[in-house]
């Protein structure tokens, strides 16, 4: 079965007139998932048509605004519209202490319920597991806890001892804010699709370390150690406005490497 990720956001903190900040959204199994949550996101998802009636999760990566400032205008937006469908919010614990006040002051009466399942961005977890789909935590390294999430497309197959193996088909990894680790490169080995922050070139390496980041030849470094199969590049800094200069910088390392660009469908 085909997955497909469109791209809603691909900037780095500081938006730009080119990239908003980080969104996607995942659909797996007849299933769509929204990888964070970056201001504007909701004017992305009714601008690329994408339907929030298939959307029942959201994950995200971690509490930097650039990543979830979109949350609390996407769930009133969802009210308005008489959603009745829950919403399920896996994140560090931290977000429901900040977000319910929010949701309490400006919302009153939600038409729905949402219901958030706290994660710990820095141990490796099962966080969902349903029939077709699983996401595990890919822990990352930056300046607050962080994770990554690795979708597995599965079937259950008979183990010949009354229980039964998990068998993974497609496999789509997303690796948030991180400097350069190689802490996770058995967990995403041979998936079919990485997305690896890749916010600096390597002019501003000097750059990665203090503000934990990555530049794109150091997440095409990952994606050749992995043996994936297509790395896809974005958080771009706004220092950069000619984004071909990352994908010239990471082909040598890794071929098969493309540009994130908002408003993108990328079927893998």
Known sequence: MNASLTILG???ARPTFQNSPSGQVLDL???SFLIDCGEGTQLHIARLGVRTSRLYNIFISHLHGDHCYGLIGLLSTLSMQHRLQPMHIYAHADLETLLRPWLSYFGEEYSYDIVFHPINPRKREVIFEDRTVMVETIPLKHSVPCCGFLFSEIHRQPDGEGGY???????YAYCSDTRYTETFLEQIRGVDMLYHESTYLNEHLHLCHH???STAEQAATIAQKAEVGRLLLGHYSARVDDHELFLNEAQPVFQNTQLAHEGDKIEF
């Open 10 to 12: 691909c900037g780095s």
């Open 211 to 213: 503000v934990m980041h």
């Open 29 to 31: 199994c007849d299933k």
């Open 165 to 171: 193996v998990r068998v993974p088909h497609k496999r």
